[in-house]
């Protein structure tokens, strides 16, 4: 009978300690096993199985079980891919700085696409003599983009080192200075070099004209070629889809067709995009909730989208881009008029990284689904950085793969947690109980004593 009460009592302290952690499990393979920190880029599956909205349930253990520092970061962004280089035509002109320089008028020839073609510097007082032409008038017009900086060369004859002043204009007539930095540099010292031909522009430069002026008004530079630096951005990241089954498609008559769809995860969806039939034009109000019972939130309003076929050829409004990101589960579409046909709902995302510290011995896994554990906080961030101080500022941890998904828990995992404290008082009280009828029966069962 005691052992029944023990029994009841422990119970459930023995449900709990064998309480499920995580609905599912991939292996990491490492590209580095010596490595300090790795990546991993989520996919659909992972998505699919973590149940927060914040992806709290999605961690990394060791070999041992226990959790390592992780952190998921936003999209990858592709590498920065190198400026470029834009020739533009250029032009020697008397020095302004220059003896008798008010003495000189400046007159421009421009072709039929409004670029110069000739610069033609003329003296307007009587007996000046031909000036030196020691700075450049660079027709900016063709960068066709900001221009960051100006690359030059020049033919070499002996060292070299010359600053230049940098002016802007639109007219050819008013000159604005623009604040610049560096020098042309070329010097040599047996089989050693130094050569810097760049002048870069502290902010872009969106000027027509572009001045450079010597700091020496006599110093000529044999200029041959100058070039406009043109920055080019980061690509997007690579859009993901998913395309909602028709099935969970339901229609809701009303002043216009309202559509609902429901998504099968947790994806970080930015882009949304409606397929319609050919020739159609819809106005869109696009919403989403977490849940069922939860309010209706706008994520695009009004929005056009239409899908023509003119003479055989397709054409489509672009995907709506969404003010943030959003994980919600449940959509809805709602047009400006009756639709006879239901659209299909295209949401875009851009994978996440998820990245994590070495700690502890390998192999690890990647482990998501799961009602009770959340991931802990990491310093992941400082270390990252710390490592980019290191390595280079385009530095990203060496990318890890994953494995065939198995099953830890099921579906166990994602059993909410229950309140133990009730069912443990319940048990006590039981068990007292019982112990006290054991008790009372064995004094009842005991014979009593003989006179």
Known sequence: MRRLAFGLVLAPLVALAGAADYRLQWPVQLARPDAAAH???????VYRTVQRADLGDLDVLDRDGAAVPAAVLAPARPARRAPRLVPLPWFRLPSPDGAGARDWAVIGRAGPDGALQEIEARSVAAGSGEAPRT??????????????ALDLQWQSSGALDVGYRVEGSDDLDTWHPVPAQGRLVDLQRDAERLLQRRIALQSPSSWRYLRLTPEHADRIVPITAVHAVIPVARAAPDAQWRALAPGAV????GAGSQF????????PIRWAAVAMDANTAVRWHLESRESG???????????????LDDAGERSHSP????DATVRDRHWRLTADRQVAQAPALRLGYAPETLVFLAQGSGPYALVAGSARTR???APVAPVLAALRERHGAEWSPPAATLGAPSVRAGQNALEPERDWTT???????IAGALLVIALAVSVLRTPPPKP
């Open 423 to 429: 069912w443990l008082l319940w048990a006590a009280l």
């Open 293 to 307: 019972d939860a309010p209706w939130r706008t994520r695009a309003a009004p929005w056009l989208a239409f899908q």
């Open 319 to 322: 995907p709506r881009v969404l």
């Open 260 to 267: 609902e769809f429901e998504l099968d995860g947790r994806y």
């Open 39 to 45: 990546r991993i880029v989520l996919e659909a599956d």
């Open 375 to 377: 991931r802990a906080d």
């Open 135 to 148: 700075a450049l008038l660079v027709d900016a017009r063709t960068a066709r983009g900001p221009v960051t």
């Open 250 to 253: 339901r229609r809701v008559e």
